[in-house]
């Protein structure tokens, strides 16, 4: 007695039935449901991710928390200096976690007074807000050899921590750049000058453009406001609230500004001192995200290696010369019929060098169609359309262009001294791929700056460079590694199409380079030959396979000469089979 099971799956229930195939009447002979809860949870008859709802609390939890710890680390600092009214046991009570007892904000009069703005102990604030606080330390000189004075710059810089403003990051800002680096083409730039593009600065700036049009309306009435902290002194006297309106359009880059123009300002501080410093890292420092690399997908060739960033100068080498070996051209209007034809070795370098060479990260195919015009003088067919998209080398274009033509061998010795294991001193080498790194991997625009100038020791215009092309890093990865395509890359770039190159791109490591290299010739020329007896017999199979399928699609009364052997082809089958081919 055979039986089948069926089954219906849905998203929160499983449908089931037995069916008998030899039961005469009802086959069906029993069925039934199973539910179960469901995956999703909804609300207003919209559904949303159980994992969604979890995970937005625990960012609210991580933002809490890294607030708490930029308050604790400003106050070490301002207790440490003098400048708050707390003592660091004091401090501990409250950050410190001892078992058996709860954490304790400090209950204490005088810091009490020091958080309410009360300097002299009366019980009432001197200032009716800190802004007011802040607008005073930029614009009135302090003698800081008195607590009172000490602890109004404490004051001050504990309100900034508080609300220390918004910093994009490079992934917040890459879709707002994207328009502007796209447009950037590197035939409009001069030999060693790259063209500006909008910074991670400039796009906080857009952020912050109600409270820069402020300032620069008072300034035009004669009213010059040196900090954000002066603004909103200004604006609260007008008798506006600055949390409710103003404060959301401030941007973190403002509040670096207010305390390196008060170090300068106030008599007795330095914007380059240890307190300067130690006070700009507690309340500025960002935490890093946590590394993604263990979400990269593996290699479809390598299976143990991750895949290549697509921003990686040889993934933009493999990419062009697979399409660039693809291209086919043949004559126009010559009468003749005839087989497509590949482009000569010295073209494609050209091609390669001219047209995939540029900051453009994609361009129509008509750009290469009007280079090989120029270039042979001719005109032909191709095998593409002139509108097809083409990605093009951006990220090496710029390295070239920060690092000169010969940028695949520059490099720059004695940057750092470092020991080793045992040690001994030796000098650090940079080369472009410890350029890409930096690029790839640094979050922060100063850091980038900072590096760019300090350890690399570049001028301002290869600054500038170097920020833009961090700046305009593309994101992505692609389906092989750094490995599979740094061994397909000596293959493409000889001239063979992409599935010739794989097919020789381990050959090297199996026979070994001194085999390999007597025998390269050879075995490249063999294996094409291999290759090309296949293609063609594969085309003839297919040829012959889409006829078979033809005429078996016809009806069977149209079937001709169906099991007739004395059958011949007269002229419409062979004009059938020409077209077919």
């Known amino acids: 007695m055979e039986k089948y099971l069926g089954l219906d799956l849905g998203t929160n229930s499983i449908g089931w039935a037995i069916r008998n195939i030899n039961s005469i009447e009802n086959q069906i002979e029993k069925y039934g449901v199973i539910t179960f809860k469901t995956g999703v949870g909804k609300e207003k008859g919209i559904e949303f991710s159980f994992a969604s709802a979890r995970t937005a609390k625990r960012s609210i939890r991580r933002l809490y928390q890294a607030r708490k710890y930029r308050l604790w680390a400003t106050l070490e600092i301002l207790i440490e200096n003098k400048l708050c009214p707390l003592s660091i ?4 009570l409250w950050r410190k976690h001892v078992k058996g007892k709860t954490r304790q904000y400090p209950i204490i009069e005088k810091f009490e007074n020091w958080i309410k703005l009360d300097f002299d102990g009366d019980g009432k604030p001197d200032y009716t807000s800190p802004y007011q606080l802040r607008s005073e330390l930029a614009t009135i000189s302090l003698d800081f050899n ?13 309100h900034i921590a508080q609300r220390r403003g918004f910093k994009s990051s490079k992934g917040e800002t890459a879709k707002e750049q994207k328009e502007d680096v796209d447009l950037i083409d590197l035939e409009d730039l001069s030999e060693n000058v790259e063209q500006d593009i909008p910074s991670l600065k400039k796009s906080e700036q857009k952020k912050a453009t109600k409270i820069n049009e402020y300032i620069e309306q008072r300034k035009i009435e004669g009213i010059d406001l040196h900090t954000i902290g002066c603004a909103f002194a200004d604006i609260e006297n007008q008798g506006v609230r600055v949390r409710e309106n103003w404060l959301q359009h401030t941007i973190r880059q403002q509040y670096e500004d207010e305390i390196n123009y008060i170090f300068h300002f106030q008599q007795g501080l330095n914007d380059n001192s240890d307190l300067y410093k130690a006070v700009h890292k507690a309340i500025f420092f960002k935490r890093p995200l946590r590394s993604q690399k263990g979400l990269v997908g593996k290699c479809t060739l390598e299976p143990s290696k991750s895949r290549c ?12 010369w697979s399409f660039i070996n693809n291209i086919r051209i043949k004559k126009e209007n010559t009468g003749q019929v005839e087989d497509w034809q590949e482009l000569s070795p010295e073209l494609k370098q050209s091609i390669f060098d001219n047209v995939f060479m540029r900051v453009k990260k994609n361009f129509n195919f008509e750009d290469i169609v009007d280079f090989i015009t120029k270039a042979t003088s001719s005109t032909y067919l191709f095998n593409y359309k002139f509108k097809s998209n083409v990605s093009g080398c951006p990220v090496s274009a710029r390295l070239k262009n920060l690092l000169g033509n010969n940028w695949r ?3 720059l010795k004695g940057v750092e001294i470092r020991n080793n294991k045992n040690g001994e001193q030796f000098e650090t080498a940079f080369t472009w791929e410890d350029i890409w790194h930096i690029w790839f991997s640094f979050e922060d625009e100063e850091c980038v700056e900072e590096y760019a100038k300090s350890t690399l020791n570049f001028e301002n215009q290869k600054v500038k460079q170097f920020i ?3 700046a305009s890093l593309p994101v992505g990865y692609a389906m092989l590694s750094l490995k599979a395509i740094r061994n397909i890359n000596p293959f493409l770039e000889t001239g063979l199409i992409y599935t010739d190159a794989v097919l020789l791109a381990k050959m090297p490591e199996i026979l070994g380079n001194d085999i390999w290299n007597e025998n390269k010739q050879l075995l490249i020329a063999e294996v094409k030959n291999a290759i090309a007896t296949n293609r063609k017999n594969k085309t003839i199979y297919n040829i ?36 077919t081919i």
């Open 89 to 92: 046991e004091e401090l501990n």
């Open 146 to 158: 008195k607590e009172t004075d000490r602890f109004k710059l404490g004051r001050a810089l504990y």
């Open 309 to 320: 960033p697509i921003s990686h100068p040889d993934f933009e080498t493999f990419r062009a």
């Open 409 to 411: 061998t520059w490099t």
């Open 468 to 470: 833009t092309g961090w």
């Open 544 to 579: 012959a396979n889409t006829l078979i399928s033809k005429y078996k699609s016809l009806e069977y009364n149209e079937q001709f000469a169906y099991k007739n052997t004395e059958s011949q082809l007269d002229d419409f089958d062979r004009k059938d089979i020409c077209k």
